[in-house]
């Protein structure tokens, strides 16, 4: 017990405050008082081990985090190597089995859920990686393993939008929500509850007394990397940096131009339907208010805001990212030093500063004088995550949504 006592002190609690509406209080979704849910995600697989603590007076439970651990790379590389699939998951399940005492084992509930890289996936190979999953939750045996599923985008903005507010405030009936916004490894979300008086339907949920319509979008092929292969030219690299297509031009301006325009004619043909028509369909702006900013946008932020700079933040990308853009690759390297590791996120660092200061100002119709952005990976010293969001929502009482690619659709 002692060793569990010091790892919940490393990973983190969160208390609510307030009577669920739904489900058990101070009970996991399966009566065990722990719950694992395995976030598949494009880049690695990661497993949470949560521990829901007793309701007192009615109030929400407290919620730790025991444990989390990485596996690399994603599910959805494994397209034709199931074994492989099954060890990676089966290392995250033996480290559940460090933290969950046996006793508990057959009664805590198990979730595999995939995301965005097995969003983009077609159907067929799809189903044979979450197939051969399935067959290995049914020899292991371990845990109360619950069929794996692909969560719909929006579900996913959904409880990261939970998370964000469960650890802010906990859900008080009485305080302002925060918005939330993600950029995941082969998506982006964006997450706010709906001022009363828009007609917009979103997702409905009754927490503690009050009746919230959340909007949740998910955009694929909209993250760093799909956006990058897309949409970048030489003037979204820094200077100098050797590219597939010539040499880095470092100029933040001219690439969130170029970025735009090229998003823009992926649309021509498609009638908005693409998710990549986030810059070509009107939308009306985001709710003025807080949002914050998770993942992708908080790393970046961490990095460009290293010198302490409390600005903004997107005044923050578009300030520093346009300083990193036009430096050399050269004294980038010398600054930072030869480790490919960090390398091979600095050389995306340009592009990303561009990209984000586009994706919120002009997608979203962000503006400084009417949101407030907060980049965060914690919130009072618990790591944000949608997992968390997910644990809450099974004890509010309501079940995941999985992804259905609709005949047509372009993902």
């Not at 997702?203 to 292969?229: C, D, V, W």
Request: glycine share 10%.
């Amino acid at each position: 017990m002692g060793a569990v006592v010091v790892v919940i002190l490393l990973m983190g609690c969160a208390t609510g405050h307030g009577p669920p509406t739904g489900g058990i209080p101070g009970e996991s979704p399966g009566g065990s008082p722990y719950v694992l849910v395995i976030d598949a995600g494009s880049t690695g697989s990661r497993i949470y081990v949560y521990h829901v603590g007793p309701a007192r007076d009615d109030l929400l439970p407290s919620i730790c985090l025991l444990e989390t651990s990485k596996v690399e790379p994603g599910i959805s590389q494994f397209k034709t190597d199931s074994f492989m699939s099954r060890k990676k998951i089966g290392q995250l399940v033996e480290k559940a089995k460090n933290i969950v005492p046996s006793s508990s084992r057959s009664s805590t509930p198990c979730f595999l859920i995939a995301t965005a890289g097995m969003r983009i996936m077609g159907s067929e190979e799809r189903q044979r990686i979450l197939e051969g999953i399935n067959g290995f939750f049914r020899l292991e045996g371990s845990f109360d393993y619950q069929q794996p599923i692909v969560l719909s985008g929006a579900y996913e903005g959904l409880y990261a939008w939970l998370a964000v507010n469960y650890l802010n405030n906990g859900l008080e009936p009485d305080q302002a929500r925060e918005g939330m916004l993600e950029m995941g490894g082969a998506s982006t979300q964006i997450a706010f509850a709906l001022p009363a008086e828009t007609k917009e339907a979103g997702i409905a949920r009754h927490i503690l007394g009050r009746s919230y319509r959340i909007a949740s979008k998910s955009y694929l092929h909209m993250e760093t990397n799909q956006a990058r292969y897309t949409t970048a030219t030489q003037y979204c690299y820094p200077v100098g940096l050797p590219t597939s297509g010539g040499v880095g031009a470092g100029d933040f301006q001219r690439c969130a131009a170029l970025v735009r325009e090229r998003f823009d004619t992926v649309c021509d043909n498609a009638y908005g339907h693409d998710p990549r028509c986030l810059f070509a369909v009107h939308r009306d702006p985001a709710p003025k208010g807080d949002y914050y900013a998770l993942s992708g946008l908080y790393h970046l932020y961490r990095f460009l805001s290293a010198n302490h700079d409390e600005d903004a933040f997107l005044r923050i990308l578009r300030r520093k990212g346009a300083e990193f853009c036009g430096q050399s690759w050269a004294d980038i390297s010398e600054q930072h030093g030869t480790d490919e590791a960090v390398l091979r996120y600095l050389k995306t660092y340009c592009f990303a500063s561009a990209y984000y200061w586009l994706l919120l100002s002009q997608g979203y119709g962000m503006n400084e004088s009417i949101h407030s952005i907060n980049a965060v990976d914690r919130i009072n010293g618990m790591e944000v995550n949608w997992t968390l969001g997910f644990v809450i929502d099974r004890i509010l009482g309501h079940a995941p949504q999985s992804f259905v690619c609709l005949s047509g659709e372009r993902k």
